[in-house]
């Protein structure tokens, strides 16, 4: 099994949103059309703070994260928030997961990041244990005020 991770471009967007779609149902949500083709759009645009890594293996996409970079008030550094990451089903327990978010602290390193940082569902055991194979919970709790 070839397994390369790399930046997305043009070319991806239709395996994108096949898994986008997968995504979307595994978390049994749903998103406008409109937040779909903006979001394709802002993770190709170089001057949007959202980007996309895709993970190839043997050449098909089977994964991606979507994040986006922002200031922090507590350190010096850019954080780097992983907003989105989804493993094709039939790619899941081969290493995809693992080599986005290893790429991610590789990205993280390379760029002088002060942080990276995420969150899953709590009842998410498989992403779960992935994580915690990467640094365990912070033990902070998320809130969230949904708006419009």
Known sequence: MALRVRAATASDEVRFLELWAAYLAFYQAS??????????A????????????????DGRMEGFALC???EG??????HCYLEDLFVDASQ?????GRALVRDLV????QNGWSRLYW??????ATARALYD????????????IQFG
């Not at 802002?42 to 293996?57: H, Q, T």
């Not at 590789?106 to 390193?109: G, I, K, S, V």
């Not at 919970?137 to 969230?144: A, Q, W």
């Open 92 to 96: 899941r327990g081969k290493g995809v």
């Open 119 to 124: 969150h899953t569902a709590e009842s998410n």
């Open 42 to 57: 802002r993770a190709l645009d170089p001057k949007s703070a959202i980007f996309m890594r895709v993970a190839e293996v």
């Open 133 to 144: 194979s990467f640094v365990q919970s912070d033990g902070y709790v998320r809130y969230r």
């Open 68 to 70: 986006l970079t922002h």
């Open 106 to 109: 590789d990205l993280a390193n």
């Open 31 to 40: 998103v406008s059309p409109d937040i779909t083709r903006r979001t394709w």
């Open 73 to 78: 008030t507590w350190t010096l550094g850019k």
